[in-house]
C-alpha cells in the first residue's frame, strides 16, 4: 500500500524542495551534458554565438510559456507571431507579395519531424481517392520521412543515391513516380552529407506526374538564400522553382531559435487546406488543429519571433558569412590530413569526411576527438556509402577552427597507433547471425552490458547525472555498423528503452 502522507519519488518530492535546489538539481544533472555552446559541438545544437541572444529568448520564452496555441482567437499574440514567422520564412525561401508565389501561407510546427509528417499528410489527405498512397525519397532524404510513413501509412519508395555525387538521378526519381504516389520529397541540402539534390528537375517530374513536391529545407532553408547572397553557387531550391509545393524549414537550426519551431510552408492554401484536423462529434470544444499537436507552448513561438526581430536580416548574413568560413576552415583541416578525405565537397555548412583505405579507424578517431573536447558525429555505413564523420557547423565554431586543425591531426595520429576496434569473436558471430526477431531480453541486456552501456538493466544505476554511455564508443559503432539497418534499429530501440526506466527514489 502506498502512503499518502510519504509519497515522494523521482522528480515528485514529498514536501516540495526550495527553488534554488530545485535549480541547483537541474544544473547538477546539467553538468553532464555535451556543452551546448563554444563551438565544440557539431550536432544537436546550433550556437551563433551572439552576446545577449540566450537572454532574450529565455526572456521571450518566459512571457509566452503558458499562452496555448490550442484557440488563436484567446491568444492573438501567438497567432500574429506565428503568421510573423510565417511571413519571413515565406519570403527568406522565394515567396510572397511580388514574387512568382504570392500566396505561400504556413504553419509553425514543432520541429522538422512534424513539419515532414505534416507535409505527408497533406499530400495523403488531398487524395483520399487512392487506397494505398506511396511517396518517392531519396536515400539520403532524413529518416522523418520513413517515420511520416510509418506513422501515417503512406509506402515509402527509396531511389538509391550516387556514391559519387551522394545525390539521386532526377531520371530515376522520376521512374519511381507511379498512380499512387501523393508526394516527391527532395532536400536542400541533405543532413548527412549536406549536399543539395536536383530540386529543379525533380519537381519538374513531379509536376509533370501531377504530384506534389516537398523541398526539406529543415537544415538549409535559413543558411543557403543567405550562402547565396554572399556569392555561393547555390542552386534554386525554393519556391523559385516552378513544381516545388512545400517546403520546410526549421527555425530551431539556422534561425538560431530555441528548440521547438520549425516552419512547414505550402505554396498556396489549397494545398495546406488537407493538412487541418478537425473535429465537432463530441460534446466538448470543436478542435480545429493545423499542426500534430492540439496544447502549445507559445514559448518556443515567442522565443523564436524575438530571435528574428533581434537577429534580422543583417545579422543572418553576417552569421552566414562567418559559419561559411569556419566550413571553409574545417573542410581544409580535413584535406590536410593523411587518412582522411572528404565525402563531399562542402556546399552549405555540413563537413562530412571519411577515411581512405589506409587511413584511421573512424570511430576509434571519433573517440580520439572526444577525448580532445570535441563531440563530432559517426555515420555508419550504409548502402555503398562508406561510415563517415559528421560536423554540423555553426557560427559560434568560428573562433575554434584554428584549434580543430591540429587536435584532428593528433587524433588521427592516436587513432593509426590504436589501430582498428576488433569486435570480439562471439559478438561479430552473434551480430552475423542474429535477427532482429531473435534478440531476446537477456540477449539484450547482455549485449548492452558487454558494451558498456547503461548499466545493462540490471535496475542498480548510479543515479541522475550517471553517463549512460561508454567513455569509448568506438566498440558500440563497430558492432552497429557490422549490423544491417534492421539489426541497428531493433538493437537501438532495446538499448534506448534500457535507459529509459524510471527513477522512484528521490533524495531530497
Ligand atoms: C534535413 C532535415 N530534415 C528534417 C530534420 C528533422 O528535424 P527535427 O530533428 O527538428 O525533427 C532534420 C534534423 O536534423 C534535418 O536535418
Redesign the pocket.
Known sequence: MIDENTIGAGALSRDGVAADVALAEVRRLRAGDRPTHGGRLFAYVYDPAVPGLDDLAAAAHRESAHVNGLDPTAFPSLLAMENALVGAAGRVLGGGPGTTAPDVVGSVT???????ILAVKAARDAHPEIAAPRIVVPAS????FAKAAHYLRVALDVVPVSVDTLRPEPAAMAAAIRPETVLVAC?????AHGVVDPVAEIAAAAADAGVRCHV?????GWTLPYLRRLGEPVPAFDFTVPGVTSI?V?L??YAYAP?GV?VLLHRDAAGRAPQYFAYADWPGYTMINPVIASTRSGGPIAAAYATLRHLGDAGYLRLAAVTRDAVAGLADAVRAVDGLRLLAEPESTVVCFTATEDGPDLFVLVDELTTRGWHTQPQLSYAGLPASVHL?VTASVAPRVAEFGPDLAAAVAAAQAAGPVRLPAELASLVGALTPEALTPDLVVGLAAGLGLGDGGSGAGDGPGAGPLPERMALVNTLLDAAPPALRERLLVEFVGLLQRPTWDSDD
Open positions: 514543432s520541429g522538422g519531424t512534424e513539419s515532414l532524404a532524413h529518416a522523418a532536400s536542400a541540402p541533405s543532413y526539406d529545407a529543415c537544415f538549409g520546410s526549421d530551431h537550426k528548440k520549425s554540423t
